[in-house]
C-alpha cells in the first residue's frame, strides 16, 4: 500500500543580495537546510541589467540552471558559449576544475531574468571528472496533463503518469518536475524511496498532504519532506483564486562527507586547500584560468 511523504518543515526563502547585483531566495544551504545530500544550495534568482554572475570557479559539484523568464548567457574558459532562454534548462558538471561566467541578457521591455539554479554534490569517485554540459530545451522537455487536465507536469528529469524525461542529465540522479495545478486540481508525484525531496512553491497557494493531514504553502517557500513514503500529494481548492507553480524536486543522498568553501565542494578540508591552491596557480583542472577572461562579464559596470 503506498503511502504519502509527511512533510518535515516548510518555510519561506528571504531575498538577499548575490553575486554582482542579483537578488536571490536561498532556501537550501543555508542555517535552516543543510546536510540535505546530494543538494547543495537552491537559490531563486532575479537578475536584471547590469548585474550577474561574472568570472568564478568550481570544483566538485554539478550546477542545474532553469530559466522561467528572459535570458542568460553563459562562457567558460575552455571555449564553451551558449545561451538559456525561457523554460529551457543547463546542467553542468564542474569535476576537477572550470571557470565561467553568467550574464542576464538585457530584455527589450526591461524586465528581469528570473530562474532557479540547484547545485547537486558528485560522488566521491566522480569529483576530478572532466567539466561538461548537457541543455535541455523547453521544447525537448515532455509533459503529463493529470486530473483531467487540470495538473500539467514538465518532466525534466525522472517519471510521471506514465511520461518519461528525455534523457540523463546529471551525473547524480535527480528527478526534476515543474507542475502547475489550477484550481480544484490534485496530484499525487511518485518519488524514489529514500530519496531526499523538497518542493518550492513559485506561485499560488499550493495544499501539501490529504485527508486530516494537510497544510497549505504559499509562495516563496521551500517544503521538505521525510525520506520515508512513496509519493507527494498536492492539491488547489476549487474556490482559490490563482493556479499554484511548483517546482519538485528528489535525488539519491550521497553517503560521504561535504568540505565546502565557495564554489568548492571536495570531500576533505585537504582537498578543499588544495582546490584553492590549484584554482590560485592555475593547476590541476584550472591551467585554463590562466590570464583567462569571458567576454561576457565584461559587460559589468564597474
Known sequence: MSVPRAIRMAFQAIETGEGAGARVRRSIGTPKLRNFSPFLMLDHFTIGTGAGFPDHPHRGQETITYLLSGGVD????????????????????????????????????????????????????????????RDLRASEIPTANVDDGRVTIKVISGQSHGVDSVKDLAYTPVWIFDITIRPGGKVQQPLPQEWNAFAYTLDGTTIFGSSDQTRPVKKFHNVVFEQKGDYVEMSVPDNADEEARIFLVAGQPLDQKVVQYGPFVLNSQEEVYQAMVDYQSGANGFERARGWQSEIGKRMAF
Not at 571557470?99 to 576530478?128: C, I, R, T, Y
Request: proline share 10%; hydrophobic share 30%.
Open 74 to 133: 553563459h562562457e567558460d574558459f575552455a571555449g564553451n558559449k551558449g545561451t538559456i532562454g525561457p523554460g529551457d534548462l543547463q546542467f553542468m558538471t564542474a569535476g576537477k576544475g572550470i571557470m565561467h561566467a553568467e550574464m542576464p541578457h538585457e530584455n527589450p521591455d526591461g524586465s528581469p531574468n528570473v530562474g532557479m539554479q540547484l547545485w547537486v554534490d558528485l560522488p566521491k569517485k566522480l569529483k576530478f571528472c572532466e567539466p561538461r554540459y
